[in-house]
């Protein structure tokens, strides 16, 4: 009985909603169904209600209409109420409301239960043994818990990193095979479990699978090098190349009709997975702003690869900010899920350095993309409010880089790793050593002046963006 629960809209509303879910969310942040059987259960009424509320409470924000959108609060608060009542009910359609409710929650800023609802849909995985192959299942059951399965292992390496938090997930063991092809996947019928395996591709999340992988190594080090007291930096330039060559394999062993061109584009939303393609090459040019982001510290040694590291992150930097414009223009193919917001300040604060200390005739065009980010920002605070914590973040290290410009800004240090990765918790104001305190600054007088006239440009943008609703 659901004496208490709230009705299910109309079925025209429902299909919409799910509609919405799949253009938006699905395959982006995470792939948990096969879309002709979330349509077909949701027309014949057997789909599980705490799943409708999960994406209900997603996806109403994308409405056009302003009476559905309304909802999506009372949706959401349906959805985790339902959820949790069926906390004991350990199965699949559990493990998806659990995942759709820690979005939820991450849409909420309520990091802590975001982290809950994580957690159990990652026991129940280990519960249920997802990893295992069961050939006595159709074809759609065992891709569905497959695409479950490596949705809890990217999620785990983006929300413990987003805490500050340990790993679930730790690489060794059994795994299941990675995603197949999102188009040949749709195609499925629930009957079939006879596998023709010489027709069987993979699809793009291997390759965020492969992507996200990486990104764990690159978390690793950079807590790695924050801890430690003294850094070789023989050492610390080898570990980066050893990740940068296993990104660079990735961009090359991505199959031809993967490489992002504008023809490929056209071709992936043609295929109905235009937002999941940018989605992937967007992870691409995050970690690898990510790797480099150390080497904007310019209390490091300068030296000739130092220097090409830094200019790689800018490269990376530039390459997001491209990527977002360009599948802005292209329609029905914007990436406009919550975990974009952040990525897209990791981008800003690369830009932000390069009108800070960056030669003049880099200022135009990195004012250009500063200001283009910040309007993308803009308009993903409207669909998510946890974009805006997001956007505080970024207002909190301009602050910190104008105070510090001189000194080296973008040193390379916890609070740094906070801001680059714990996403998920506000970024308080960066307290500075005795030894910064006391420098003498009246040697940069001349530089004072000119960072001065540059803060004012960094400062407008990010405060004009700031007052827009």
Request: proline share 3%.
């Amino acid at each position: 009985m659901r004496d208490e629960s709230l009705p299910l809209p109309s079925i025209d509303v429902v299909l919409d909603l799910i509609d919405l879910y799949i253009c938006y969310i699905h395959d982006k942040p995470h792939t948990l169904f096969h879309e002709p059987s979330l349509k077909n259960s949701a027309k014949d009424g057997t789909s599980s209600p705490a799943v409708l509320f999960g994406i209900f409470g997603l996806s109403a924000r994308f409405s056009s209409k302003e009476d559905i959108r309304t909802q999506g609060h009372a949706w959401a608060s349906e959805a985790k109420r339902l959820c949790q009542q069926g906390l004991e009910d350990i199965c699949v359609e559990s493990i998806q409301a659990c995942v759709l409710c820690g979005n939820i929650c991450l849409a909420e800023s309520n990091a802590d239960a975001e982290s809950l609802y994580f957690v159990i849909a990652n026991r129940m995985a280990q519960l249920l043994k997802l990893a295992n192959e069961n050939t006595e299942e159709d074809l759609v059951t065992r891709e569905v818990k497959r695409r479950i399965w490596w949705s809890l292992y990217l999620i785990d390496r983006w929300a413990s990193a987003g805490l500050g938090l340990p790993r679930q997930f730790h690489d060794g063991g059994i795994v299941p095979r990675i995603p197949m092809d999102e188009v040949a996947f749709r195609s499925l019928r629930v009957s079939e479990t006879i596998e023709d395996l010489e027709k069987w591709q993979p699809g793009m999340w291997s390759h965020m699978i492969t992507l996200v992988k990486i990104f764990g190594h690159i978390q690793d080090l950079n807590k790695a090098l924050v801890e430690s007291p003294h850094w070789e930096e023989e050492d610390i330039d080898s570990q980066v190349l050893g990740l940068a060559d296993q990104l660079a394999a990735f961009e090359r062993d991505l199959p031809s009709m993967l490489v992002f061109t504008s023809e490929n584009l056209d071709l992936q939303v043609r295929r109905g997975t235009g937002r999941t393609f940018v989605a992937l090459h967007m992870g691409y040019h995050h970690y690898s702003t990510l790797l480099y982001y150390q080497y904007l510290d310019q209390s490091r040694p300068i030296t000739p690869r130092t220097r090409m590291f830094a200019h790689r992150c800018k490269h990376h930097a530039k390459a997001f900010c491209e990527l977002i414009e360009s599948s802005a223009l292209h329609g029905n193919a914007e990436a406009l899920h919550n975990v974009v917001g952040h990525m897209t300040v990791v981008s800003s604060s690369v830009h932000l350095h390069t009108l800070l200390l960056g030669d003049d005739d880099e200022l135009p065009m990195a004012r250009q993309r500063l200001e283009y980010n910040f309007e993308y920002l803009v308009r993903l605070r409207t669909i998510w409010p946890s974009v805006d914590l997001m956007m505080k973040r970024l207002i909190t290290f301009q602050d910190a880089c104008l105070r510090m410009a001189q000194l080296g800004t973008h040193r390379f240090d916890k609070w740094m790793v906070k801001f680059l990765l714990q996403h998920a918790l506000a970024l308080d104001e960066k307290v500075y050593s005795d030894n910064y305190l006391g420098t003498d600054l009246q040697g940069f007088a001349i530089e004072d002046q000119r960072l001065l006239e540059r803060s004012r440009v960094t400062e407008s943008i990010i405060r004009v963006s700031d007052t827009i609703i």
